[in-house]
């Protein structure tokens, strides 16, 4: 772009410094919340106190504390159930049905033992609760798989085949547990029955298991990818996957693997939210909604850039802002979807941070000479 | 076919002194080209030659440093193919330029001059349904162009050329990618425009029997020269080869010791598809021992890269069987067969053999991420690998800023040592090099012949696929002509010679379906 003597042009940056990335996000978050001025406009209440209100509930009040916690493991399982496939160079957008799939399973083991009634546990509980989290992994990969194999057999789309079978498990979802389904509660409420207390995941320091699972993976993902030959095959055939086939790693097993792993994932993230988070202990009626909130694991996996450490802190705070907004839009009388929005608005600023990172404006003078009328006519010969 | 009146009459389009320059390279020197009204007249020569250059002067795509144009002794000049379309001339390149999600129509029409801001559909249909029933063209005006097979698109191609008003049509090694059938279809239609609807067309190929076939004149083309200027009628094959291969070959023959070691691979009537679905290979067999070097010599598209991917394990062969120390292979995965000490360096550095985003020590691993040594405890040995990637870079003077520099900011020449050196490391019992040396400067080219030699020395059996005849003469042990998916012969080094082995790359004395 030229404006008078000078020119506007965004250049490549050259390796960018360490400390940068981190500054880079930080503004990134800063001009979101400026920019989330906007929203709060509307309200009767000073701005100070929205932005107050938002981060005391998300990050200080011991409710919205715990419900950031457990949004955040929800979020983080989300993030690598897109992660994983997403280093072999495919897309998993089937997060919601996994989701729903890992929670039919975990309330189909207690419904298929019986065991919904507190006085008749076949098993012990421990064993119990073991055997749900194993079978909601299985099914979130076998949906997940469902999509790697037809990636790597018939070259179908994974893109398309996991967004339909979102829609296929949640009306499927729906049929177990509203009206006459067999998962329906006993009140009829569109929910699920409850889990016994005996089957209640173990706590640890207050929050469910799942949390040092979900901490324990983000270490065990960035070293898999940096450091193991599987990690390796991953990678290679993402960047390229001709030259992986070259190499001798076999396309239809990396693909299905891939996606049997972020299938898993995203089931560990349905079995957390339905099953171990203390007082749901059921499919809630409003279910959708948590499978729509796994969408923002993709944000967090494309902005950490594939590194499942990296997404940690983008997932808590993606998750305080949306417990923090949801709370300040009930306690001042925000607008409605005012979580939703600064979520987007987020979004939006990491998106744009990336091209900054890589790029940069330049203001350059343009020599005079260079301004000068070039003669249109061409020499002689 | 009545020959037009080939008494030399005033050229309807002419290229006189036509000289042009890319960096390094002398692509056209001082050519000069007739052609006749009603002709078609053939461009032949190799890879190389110059031909497709020549064509983008003609067509405006690009500027003669010297020399003019001539219409009908008329001096015109064009700035771009916009020009040279308002005065009758159309091209149709080699790769189509379609899009493939519209319809016939559609392609037709777009980027006509009249075209610009509205579309007129329906007034463009009316009209090209004119001009094929002028032409006794049967194009499906409303098909999308995906759905068409290859050489209806190239009819698509040529209708689109003549629909801009074209009266003489450049076509660009437009069998390329034909099936016998489509190529007999295409000859036939070439004629009758010619014949009935006197259109010019100049013919570029590689191909004899097509111009052997079709064409009234020819002009072959060597290394940016004209060699010869002929009627075809006048023309024997054997002549035109010669002019086309040059018998300038300096041989340099390699001294290797004449014993041989015990057969290695062993292939029987071995075919495959291409990816469009053809029969690209069609039944090649030969046998190779151990420190024996076979030149698969041919233009490049008659097969040889389905020859290496099939013996790579890349593609599935059709029929027959490949054999390695006597078992059967076939249908081994490409994994099987690293461990049984195949190695391969394809053609494609960029998209098939390296990882541009990777470094070259990740590079390395793509040749040892299953092996054994290399693996401790499901980990790789980043420090082994480190070690290798030093060796390969010192032994094969590989030009890097360091090895953890991404495979992207290397050269071509030094990418190819790095894959040469990789696939080398693992001590591979037989090589497959496909183009090895292809855009490689003279000394990384030299470098890469002579490791290859050193590889047989150590016992290995290469097999060189190469378009380079002076290189496939310099390093086989037995030279093999491909064409069309088929070997000419195999014939010892002491007996082949350029002449021999060019005209069964032109295809001749093969038997060529579709043409004679």
Request: hydrophobic share 50%; aromatic share 8%.
């Amino acid at each position: 772009m030229r404006l008078g003597r000078y020119e506007l042009t965004l250049e490549p940056r050259p390796a960018p410094p360490a400390i940068f990335t981190a500054l880079t996000a930080v503004v990134a978050i800063l001009l979101a919340l400026a920019l989330s001025s906007f929203l709060f406009l509307s309200s009767h209440t000073r701005l100070i106190d929205a932005y107050r209100a938002v981060f005391s509930y998300a990050f200080f009040n011991p409710h919205g504390v715990l419900a950031t916690v457990h949004r955040s493991i929800y979020l983080l399982f989300c993030t690598y159930a897109f992660l994983v496939p997403f280093r072999a160079g495919l897309w998993n957008i089937g997060l919601p049905g996994q989701v729903y799939a890992g929670g039919l399973a975990a309330f189909a083991v207690p419904f298929v033992l019986r065991a919904h009634d507190p006085q008749t546990l076949p098993l012990p509980p421990g064993l119990l609760i073991v055997l749900m989290i194993a079978a909601a992994a299985a099914a979130g990969a076998a949906t997940g798989g469902f999509a790697g194999v037809l990636r790597a057999k018939l070259q179908v789309n994974e893109i398309l085949v996991t967004m339909m079978l979102n829609s296929i498990l949640f009306w499927l979802v729906a049929y177990m547990i509203k009206e006459g389904g067999p998962f329906m509660s006993a009140t009829g409420e569109g929910e699920s029955f409850g889990l016994p207390s005996s089957l209640h995941a173990p706590l640890l320091l207050g929050v469910p298991v799942t949390a040092a699972l979900a901490l324990g993976v983000a270490v065990l993902l960035d070293l898999l990818f940096a450091k193991t030959a599987l990690g390796y095959r991953i990678r290679a055939f993402g960047e390229n996957p001709a030259a992986a086939r070259y190499g001798g790693i076999i396309p239809v097993a990396l693909s299905l693997l891939v996606f049997l792993l972020g299938g898993a994932f995203a089931a560990l993230a349905g079995y957390h939210y339905f099953a171990a988070v203390p007082g749901v202990y059921k499919i809630p009626g409003n279910y959708g909604y948590y499978g729509d909130l796994g969408f923002y694991g993709i944000i967090a996996a494309l902005i950490a850039r594939g590194s499942s450490l990296g997404a940690v802190p983008i997932v808590v705070l993606f998750a305080g802002l949306s417990v923090g907004a949801r709370f300040a839009q009930g306690e001042l009388r925000l607008p409605f979807g005012v979580d939703y929005a600064l979520l987007g608005l987020l979004m939006m600023t990491f998106v744009a941070s990336h091209v900054l990172y890589h790029f940069r404006f330049a203001w350059r003078r343009i020599p005079s000479e260079a301004l000068q009328s070039v003669p249109t006519e061409l020499p002689e010969g | 076919m009545s020959p037009p009146d080939l008494a030399p009459t005033e050229p309807i389009l002419a290229a006189r002194g036509i000289t042009k320059r890319f960096p390094g390279v002398l692509a056209l020197d001082h050519v000069d080209l007739e052609i006749q009204a009603g002709e078609i007249h053939a461009v032949l020569g190799q890879n190389g030659a110059g031909k497709t250059t020549l064509m983008n002067i003609l067509f405006g795509l690009l500027q003669p440093d010297e020399g003019a144009l001539y219409l009908r002794e008329q001096r015109i000049r064009f700035r771009s193919p916009h020009d040279a379309l308002a005065r009758g001339i159309g091209m149709v390149h080699q790769t189509r330029r379609l899009v493939s999600a519209h319809t016939v129509l559609e392609n037709i029409v777009l980027g006509h001059p009249r075209t610009r801001g509205f579309l007129n559909l329906r007034g463009a249909r009316l009209e090209v349904e004119a001009l094929c029933n002028r032409y006794g063209f049967t194009v499906p005006l409303g098909a999308r162009v995906w759905q068409l097979s290859e050489g209806e698109r190239q009819w698509v191609e040529i209708l689109k050329a003549l629909y801009r008003g074209a009266r003489i049509l450049i076509l660009d090694e437009p069998t390329a990618a034909l099936t016998p059938p489509e190529v007999k279809t295409l000859l036939a239609g070439l004629q009758t425009l010619v014949r009935d609807h006197g259109v010019t067309v100049l013919l570029v190929t590689h191909k004899l029997p097509i111009v052997m076939a079709v064409s009234h004149r020819v002009t072959v083309l060597r290394s940016g020269r004209v060699v010869a200027r002929l009627r075809t009628a006048d023309a024997a094959e054997e002549v035109l080869v010669q002019h086309m291969i040059g018998r300038d070959i300096a041989f340099r023959t390699t001294n290797r010791s004449a014993e041989m070691g015990r057969p290695l691979l062993q292939v029987e009537q071995l075919s495959a598809f291409n990816d469009k679905g053809l029969l690209a290979l069609r039944g090649v067999s030969f046998s190779l021992r151990e420190g024996e070097v076979l030149g698969v010599a041919g233009v490049t598209g008659n097969g040889q890269e389905e020859l290496a991917q099939v013996l790579a394990g890349l593609r599935p062969a059709a029929s027959g069987r490949v054999r390695l120390d006597g078992r059967d292979v076939t249908r081994l995965s490409p994994l099987q067969r690293w461990r049984m000490g195949v190695g391969y360096v394809p053609a494609e550095r960029i998209e098939v053999a390296s990882i541009a985003a990777f470094s070259l020590v990740e590079n390395t691993a793509l040749n040892y991420h299953f092996d054994p040594a290399f693996i401790r405890r499901g980990l790789l040995d980043n420090a082994a690998l480190e070690q290798l990637t030093r060796r390969i870079v010192t032994t094969y003077n590989v030009k890097a800023p360091s090895q953890y520099a991404r495979a992207r900011h290397l050269s071509g020449g030094n990418l190819q040592k790095l894959i040469l050196g990789r696939v080398l490391s693992r001590n591979p019992r037989l090589l497959i090099a496909h183009l090895p040396t292809q855009g490689l400067d003279v000394e990384a080219a030299a470098f890469v012949r002579a490791t290859l030699v050193e590889a047989t020395a150590e016992g290995a059996a290469v097999l060189l696929i190469s378009e380079d005849l002076d290189e496939i003469l310099t390093l086989s042990d037995w030279v093999a002509p491909i064409y069309e998916g088929r070997f000419g012969a195999i014939i010892p080094r002491t007996e082949a010679d350029a002449e021999t082995v060019g005209a069964m790359m032109a295809g001749l004395g093969m038997k060529e379906a579709g043409v004679r």
